[in-house]
Antibody, heavy 120, light 110 residues
Framework: EVQLVESGGGLVQPGGSLRLSCAVS????????MTWVRQAPGKGLEWVAN????????YYVDSVKGRFTISRDNAKNSLYLQMNSLRAEDTAVYYC?????????????WGQGTLVTVSS | QSVLTQPPSASGTPGQRVTISCSGS????????VNWYQQFPGTAPKLLIH???QRPSGVSDRFSGSRSGTSASLAISRLQSDDEADYYC???????????FGTGTKVTVL
C-alpha cells in the first residue's frame, strides 16, 4: 500500500522558518520525481516545487523562489521542504505527492497534508 | 496562481450528465497532458483522469476526459450524490516549468 505521511506543520510567526517532512512507503522512492502542492484555506490547489529522482533538478513556483528549498533523502525514503521567510500568504495545507511520467506528466499519489499557519 | 480557467460551479440531478470545462494555453494544455482531480472537503485530492482520458485503476467509467487544442473537459455521466465534490484540472506548463491547476469547480447534485 502506498503511503505518504507529512509532518512538521504548525503555527509560525511571519519571517520564521519551518521544515516539512514526508515519509514515503509502498513504491520505489528513489525512482520517482516528488512534488509539494499547497492549498490555502478555502482556496484552490497550487503547485509549490518538485525534485528529480537524484535531487539534481528542482523547480519552484515563482512566489517561493529564494525562500523555500525542496530536498530528498533516498536512503530514508523521505522528502523535505525547508520554508524560510514565511509570510501570511504561505498559510496552507501542504501536500507531499508523487510525480508520474509515462503516458503523460501527472501527480498520482498524495499524502493527507500538513497545515502551516503563518500568523503573529 | 491559477493559470487554467474552470467554471466555479456545475450541477445536475441524479442520472444526468455534467461537463466541466478547463481552458488553458499553448504552454500547458496545448502541449502537455491534462489531468483531473476530485477533492472532498477536508481530504487530499484524488487522481481521477490522467493523460487527457486515462482512468487509474478503480476509477468509475462514469468519469471521462477529453482535450481539444488548449481546452479540456471532464464529463460525469449517470450523476450520483457522492459525486458532490470539487474538481480540478491540471497540466505541466513549459513556460513556468511547473504544474498549473485550474480554479476548481464545485459539483452539486440537486
Amino acid at each position: 500500500e502506498v503511503q505518504l505521511v507529512e509532518s512538521g506543520g504548525g503555527l509560525v510567526q511571519p519571517g520564521g522558518s519551518l521544515r516539512l517532512s514526508c515519509a514515503v512507503s509502498g513504491f520505489t522512492f528513489s525512482n520517482s520525481w516528488m512534488t509539494w502542492v499547497r492549498q490555502a484555506p478555502g482556496k484552490g490547489l497550487e503547485w509549490v516545487a518538485n525534485v528529480k529522482q537524484d535531487g539534481t533538478e528542482k523547480y519552484y513556483v515563482d512566489s517561493v523562489k529564494g525562500r523555500f528549498t525542496i530536498s530528498r533523502d533516498n536512503a530514508k525514503n523521505s522528502l523535505y521542504l525547508q520554508m524560510n521567510s514565511l509570510r501570511a500568504e504561505d498559510t496552507a495545507v501542504y501536500y507531499c505527492a508523487r510525480d508520474r511520467i509515462d503516458s503523460g506528466t501527472y501527480i498520482d499519489y498524495w499524502g493527507q497534508g500538513t497545515l502551516v499557519t503563518v500568523s503573529s | 496562481q491559477s493559470v487554467l480557467t474552470q467554471p466555479p460551479s456545475a450541477s445536475g440531478t441524479p442520472g444526468q450528465r455534467v461537463t466541466i470545462s478547463c481552458s488553458g494555453s499553448s504552454s500547458n494544455i496545448g502541449s502537455n497532458t491534462v489531468n483531473w482531480y476530485q477533492q472532498f472537503p477536508g481530504t487530499a485530492p484524488k487522481l481521477l483522469i490522467h493523460s487527457h482520458y486515462q482512468r487509474p485503476s478503480g476509477v468509475s467509467d462514469r468519469f471521462s476526459g477529453s482535450r481539444s487544442g488548449t481546452s479540456a473537459s471532464l464529463a460525469i455521466s449517470r450523476l450520483q450524490s457522492d459525486d458532490e465534490a470539487d474538481y480540478y484540472c491540471s497540466a505541466w506548463d513549459d513556460s513556468l516549468n511547473g504544474y498549473v491547476f485550474g480554479t476548481g469547480t464545485k459539483v452539486t447534485v440537486l
